[in-house]
């Protein structure tokens, strides 16, 4: 690589990745910090455990809604301005939680919240496209995407002291939450104004021989996408939902979301059965599972690369996730917490292992748009597993037959990786040649 290429793309590590993984942070902070003001919810506003579950996947309606429209605004308004609008009004519509008074404010502003953040992911994977040369998108991808599990293990630790504030100047402690975590996207979100650029033509901090090196290299790669496109085409979602194998890989991802979502939204509530918790030891103590989950994708993404047998490491990751969450449904608080533990190093190591597996089952032009419909109705999990979670709650006091259900749900998904074949027999259709735009496919793939 050129020594301005490589200057402009170090500079690029160092001045936008760190940026993005902060937002990343700011957004998963606003998008779970409910779970651990469901039980004041409830006593201050009676939003019992169905409509707090409720509320918790009406997110997940609005942010499929939301997504295909706010890509094609970003495309048009640009990453930089795009990327500040989700930030400012995710931050605006969280801290505005802060003053619901019952249950449909609630619902409106989960509602809110989902369309206010639709289109994140892709506009980030989106100024990767546009910055960097493809040698380095992926490191860049896997830096911005570990921030959540980093987003997941703070969380706790920071939203317990911020409940512990109640009744400081009259106001709850879910509302100092609520609005301090709100607020501080709003303030990153105008910081990343400040230091985004839309074009690396604008940018000043690069000079100008790094400025063409690595214009040059993304048009280069650009042409090079551009030629070796064929009259081959994807086909429509619709054909492509006919698919067995991709409906295997649907429900797949779906049994995956299920636990990711399920703990997301109800852990600290599972965490509060510990005799003698507080507001700030349940956020550390939710945190735990979400280290063990960081340490355990570390290690099963370097046992994939090593072994390539990512289809085995995954059923082992899933039955693991099952083990985990049965134990805990059955053991004691204490003893829950730590089988939790073990679930989260399972389902969390899943997810990127799941990813490896589309790449090898599908013909690789219709990878895009296979990732496309595999993401769309796999995270309906979002929606399903807080609700159901919810409606099991308020039918029987407690959340075990929640936790079985997770349990079977990874083993159902456990098995279903059986069925999946190498063999790429899902083909592209033949058309003739269309203009393409080479950031399409990273774009859908960065929903991972």
């Known amino acids: 690589m050129k020594p301005e290429l490589d200057s402009a793309v170090g500079k690029v590590f160092r001045r936008v990745v760190p940026l993005f993984i902060v937002m990343l942070i ?31 996947g009406l997110f997940f309606v609005a942010y499929a809604v939301f997504e295909l429209p706010s890509n094609m605004l970003m495309e048009r308004y640009g990453a ?17 939680t802060a003053f619901v008074t019952g249950p449909t404010m609630f619902y409106v502003l989960r509602f809110l919240l989902g369309a206010a953040e639709a289109g994140f992911f892709p506009a980030i994977i989106y100024y990767f496209a ?4 493809s040698s380095h998108r992926g490191r860049a991808t896997a830096l911005f995407v570990a921030g959540s599990s980093v987003a997941a293990a703070i969380s706790g630790p920071a939203s317990g002291p911020l409940l512990a504030l109640h009744g400081s100047g009259g106001i709850a402690g879910w509302q100092w939450m609520f609005g301090i975590e709100g607020l501080l996207s709003v ?88 005799p003698g918790t507080t507001d700030i030891t349940v956020g550390l103590l939710s945190s735990l599972p979400w280290i063990c989950a960081i340490v355990a994708m570390y290690l099963a993404g370097r046992a994939s690369d090593r072994l390539g047998r990512s289809k085995s490491l995954l059923v082992g990751a899933l039955l693991v996730a099952a083990v985990g969450t049965y134990l ?31 790449q090898g089952a599908l013909h690789p032009l219709v990878v895009a748009a296979a990732i496309a419909v595999i993401n769309s109705l796999g995270n309906l999990g979002g929606f399903v597993a807080p609700y159901g979670f919810g409606l099991v709650k308020q039918a029987t006091g407690q959340v075990t037959y929640g936790l079985y259900a997770l349990a079977v749900a990874s083993v159902i998904g456990a098995a279903l990786v059986g069925l999946v074949r190498s063999d790429r027999t899902v083909q592209p259709t033949e058309h003739p040649p269309l203009p393409t735009d080479p950031t399409h496919s990273t774009e859908r793939e960065s929903q991972t």
Request: proline share 4%.
């Open 80 to 96: 930089k301005i795009w990327l500040t609008r989700i930030m400012v009004s995710w931050g605006i519509v969280s801290a505005a």
């Open 26 to 56: 700011c957004n998963q902070l606003n998008r779970s910090n409910i779970g651990y003001a469901q039980v004041h919810l409830e006593a201050d506003l009676g939003i019992g455990a169905a409509a707090y579950g409720l509320g918790a």
């Open 187 to 274: 303030v990153v979100g105008i910081i990343a104004y400040r230091i985004l650029d839309s074009r690396v033509a604008d940018a000043t901090w690069l000079s100008d021989g790094e400025k063409s090196a690595l214009t040059e290299e993304i048009e280069r790669e650009d042409q090079a996408r551009a030629a070796a496109t064929t009259s081959a085409k994807a086909p429509s979602r619709w054909r492509l939902l006919l698919s067995p194998t991709i409906l295997v890989l649907c429900g797949i991802y779906f049994a995956i979301q299920l636990s990711i979502y399920a703990n997301t939204f109800w852990l600290p509530t599972i965490v509060r059965r510990i």
């Open 328 to 358: 805990a449904a059955i053991a004691s608080p204490w003893w829950a917490l730590v089988f939790l533990c073990v679930a989260a190093m399972g389902f969390k190591s899943a997810s990127p292992l799941f990813w490896t597996i589309p």
């Open 130 to 133: 546009r910055w960097l040369p």
